[in-house]
């Protein structure tokens, strides 16, 4: 009985902790739901044509034009075509895909 509280405990726990990171809780926060990534069943895989049905590149290459050292968004090796998840994570910690060589200091949301 105690022992089955406290896997209930920890699972809850892992989900939050789950729930908590990548951009699906920065957009569930923002009200839009499951759905608005993964389609209408709420099950379909995410890819960048997905992120870009809503941020259109241009719009979001200009947006960040000023971030130091450098956009992260254009680069002289991808232009504008790196997928999305080589930054930022659906559910997971974000990550500075760059800085496998380079040491810029982004904060990736
Ligand atoms: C901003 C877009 C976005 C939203 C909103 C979102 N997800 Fe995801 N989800 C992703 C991406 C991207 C992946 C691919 C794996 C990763 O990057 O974590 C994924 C993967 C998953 C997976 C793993 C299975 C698979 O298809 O790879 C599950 C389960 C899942 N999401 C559930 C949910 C649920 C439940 C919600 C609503 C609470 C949700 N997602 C909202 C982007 C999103
Ligand atoms: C249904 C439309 C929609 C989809 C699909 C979508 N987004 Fe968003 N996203 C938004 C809106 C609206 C905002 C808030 C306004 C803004 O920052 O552009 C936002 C904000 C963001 C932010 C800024 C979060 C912050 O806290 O600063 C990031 C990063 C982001 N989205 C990445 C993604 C990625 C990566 C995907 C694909 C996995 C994706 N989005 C899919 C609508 C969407
Ligand atoms: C090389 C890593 C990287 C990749 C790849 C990447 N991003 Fe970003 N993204 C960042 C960083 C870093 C920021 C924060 C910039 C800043 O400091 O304002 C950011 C910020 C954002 C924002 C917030 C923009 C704003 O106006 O403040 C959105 C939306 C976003 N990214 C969406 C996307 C989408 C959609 C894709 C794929 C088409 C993508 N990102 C690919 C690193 C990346
Ligand atoms: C696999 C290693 C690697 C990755 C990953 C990488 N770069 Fe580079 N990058 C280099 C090398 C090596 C140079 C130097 C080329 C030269 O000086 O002629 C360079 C040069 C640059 C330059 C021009 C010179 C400078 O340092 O200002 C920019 C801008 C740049 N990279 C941006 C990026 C961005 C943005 C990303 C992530 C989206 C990225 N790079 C990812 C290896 C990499």
Not at 59 to 72: C, F, G, I, R, Y
Not at 84 to 90: D, L, V
Not at 94 to 99: G, H, I
Request: glycine letters at 8%.
């Amino acid at each position: 009985m105690f022992k089955q509280a406290i896997i209930a405990a920890a699972a809850a726990l892992l989900f939050a902790t789950a729930a908590s990171a990548g951009v699906a809780d920065h957009h569930t926060k923002m009200g839009l739901d499951c759905k608005s990534c993964h389609g209408p069943d709420g099950k379909g895989e995410v890819t960048t044509q997905t992120c870009t049905g809503c941020h259109q590149v241009d719009a979001l290459v200009a947006s960040t034009k000023d971030v130091k050292p450098t956009n992260p968004h254009v680069s002289p090796h991808y232009g504008n075509e790196l997928d999305c998840a080589s930054c930022h994570m659906g559910h997971g910690d974000s990550e500075n895909f760059c800085n496998q060589c380079h040491q810029f200091d982004f904060k990736v949301p």
